[in-house]
């Protein structure tokens, strides 16, 4: 700090970006702190307690889906498929059905280029719930059935990467 911001400070004279950040870091303790991974739910597909992977490196979200198939219902373009919801698990098996909100070629971390169905579904962390946009792949040979990336979590959450499921355990019914 300069000596002349250091005279205007004492004097009560902060500078807009002085008041820019005190607003930004108002915001910021509003935001809820959630770990590298966390439970999420899928409430418009009944599905409850996902592991799921915050990925700040990654631009869009993917959740793992099989038997992928395109359908129209009603003169819309909707894609039928398949969730197995538990890590390292066959079963259960969640059918699901939703409109086709787009397609993209999505890059994945090792460079290979996959064009996705994207939906667009209601996402559950803790007590916050919003619509995201969920690109569809096989991420059966993936750690994490639903992966999170920062479109998603944007404006939302403060992230602390050593921390796991900060919004509490997995609900038990």
Request: with cysteine; proline share 4%; aromatic share 8%.
């Amino acid at each position: 700090m300069s000596v002349r911001s250091r005279r205007c400070a004492r004097r009560g004279f902060y500078s807009v970006t002085e008041t820019a950040k005190t607003k930004n870091l108002k915001k910021k303790k509003n935001r809820p702190l959630i770990g590298w991974r966390e439970w999420a739910d899928l409430p418009d597909f009944e599905v409850e307690g996902i592991n799921a992977k915050i990925d700040t490196g990654a631009k869009s979200s993917a959740i793992h889906a099989f038997r992928i198939q395109e359908t129209m219902i009603d003169g819309v373009e909707h894609v039928e498929f398949y969730l197995h919801p538990v890590q390292r698990r066959k079963k259960p098996e969640v059918f699901c059905s939703a409109p086709i909100a787009d397609r993209r070629i999505i890059r994945s971390s090792n460079g290979q280029e996959e064009e996705r169905y994207v939906i667009q579904t209601r996402l559950r962390l803790g007590a916050k719930v919003w619509t995201i946009d969920l690109t569809l792949t096989n991420r059966d040979a993936m750690g994490f059935r639903l992966l999170i990336g920062r479109d998603a979590l944007r404006r939302k959450f403060l992230i602390d990467p050593g921390g796991s499921y900060l919004l509490g355990p997995k609900d038990k019914e």
